[in-house]
């Protein structure tokens, strides 16, 4: 099947499917056909590829996938968009109707293609929050990649989620509007740079990768958006070179909370002088001044 690129055909398939665009659910349908293969393009995957997209929508990255010969799984919440999708997907594209932010990846991501057949449509086992495979998880050790147009209200947060549940996904090509990329590429030391920053850098490395232009999209948003690529470390790496993931969470949460305060001040009675001299890092500083590496060393003398 083919898709049509151009905000006229997809306000007409969107009437003829009696759906609007939800801003609830940050649907943003991409209406260029040369903006899809970029993102095809930039996400570098080879015929090994197994991917998942995360809002399909009406399928335009979905199809252009799928043209390009690699087996997608499409995880869309909307369920009228993921019946629709699956009833004109071809073979290689698998429709879960699932809100993203309530699904177990790592569960997921380790089942066989073909089990994943086996999992409800609309209905899943929910355990602490999060939808999982239950007995129906196989055998799966090759990864994932992540190619998508995220809903914009929810990327950041998906981001990190995904980043905290599995090491199963090793690669995110993702559109997210420009304040999001911005804030999630950024380094310590820039006005951008905050707690989603630092918990995605403890997992992975992210780079905006292209700019992309509101005007591509129905109903056009309110701001530009970015391509992000954001690779993930490995296991070993950060085994070897960071401390409890927790911990850092906690004195970074901590901090941040009360970002303009020195950090003698915010974590006042967390941590001590000769904790911060041990660490190597003046108790001066601000939160935004400390990049992965030091929130990890200060980690190491915390105690909780």
Same mark, same amino acid.
């Given at each position: 099947m083919s898709y049509k690129f151009n905000p006229r055909s997809v306000q007409e398939e969107l009437a003829a499917k009696e759906i609007r665009p939800s801003k609830a659910l940050g649907q943003n349908f991409v209406c260029d056909k040369n903006t899809v293969d970029?993102?095809?393009? #930039?996400?570098? #995957?080879?015929?090994? @590829?197994? /991917?998942i997209e995360i809002g399909p929508g009406l399928g335009a990255l979905t %199809? &252009? #996938? &799928?043209d390009a010969s690699f087996r997608v799984l499409a995880v869309e919440k909307d369920p009228r968009l993921a019946e629709s999708l699956a009833k004109t997907a071809p073979p290689s594209v698998k429709v879960l109707a699932r809100d993203a932010l309530e699904v177990d990846w790592d569960s997921l991501c380790a089942m066989s293609w073909s089990d994943i057949d086996l999992l409800p449509f609309k209905?899943?086992? /929910?355990? !602490?929050? +999060?939808? *999982?495979?239950? !007995?129906?998880?196989?055998?799966?050790?090759?990864?994932w990649v992540l190619v998508a147009n995220l809903p914009y209200n929810i990327a950041a947060q998906l981001i990190i989620s995904i980043l905290e549940q599995t090491d199963r996904i090793t690669e995110m090509h993702v559109m997210v509007q420009k304040e999001v990329g911005a804030r999630l590429? *950024?380094? =310590?030391? *820039?006005k951008e740079y905050g707690i989603s920053a630092l918990k995605l850098s403890y997992f992975a490395e992210a780079k905006i990768v292209a700019k992309v232009s509101r005007e591509? +999209? +129905?109903?056009?948003? !309110?701001?530009?958006?970015?391509?992000?690529?954001?690779?993930?470390?490995? $296991?070993?790496?950060?085994? $070897?070179? +960071?401390?409890?993931?927790? *911990?850092i969470g906690y004195l970074a949460?901590?901090? %941040?909370?009360?970002?303009?305060?020195?950090l003698r001040h915010s974590l006042k009675n967390v941590l001590s002088e000769e904790d911060?001299? &041990? =660490? @190597?890092i003046s108790s001066s @500083?601000?939160?935004?001044? #400390?990049?992965i590496n030091a929130w990890s060393r200060l980690a190491k003398c915390y105690n909780y």
């Open positions: 970029k993102i095809v393009s #930039l996400s570098g #995957l080879n015929k090994d @590829s197994q /991917v %199809f &252009a #996938l &799928a209905e899943g086992k /929910v355990k !602490n929050g +999060f939808v *999982s495979a239950g !007995n129906h998880a196989g055998q799966n050790d090759r990864s590429s *950024s380094k =310590a030391g *820039s591509i +999209f +129905f109903p056009k948003p !309110n701001i530009d958006s970015v391509m992000i690529r954001v690779k993930r470390r490995s $296991t070993e790496e950060i085994k $070897t070179n +960071f401390s409890e993931y927790k *911990s949460v901590k901090a %941040f909370s009360q970002r303009r305060k020195m911060y001299a &041990a =660490a @190597s @500083s601000r939160p935004e001044e #400390l990049d």
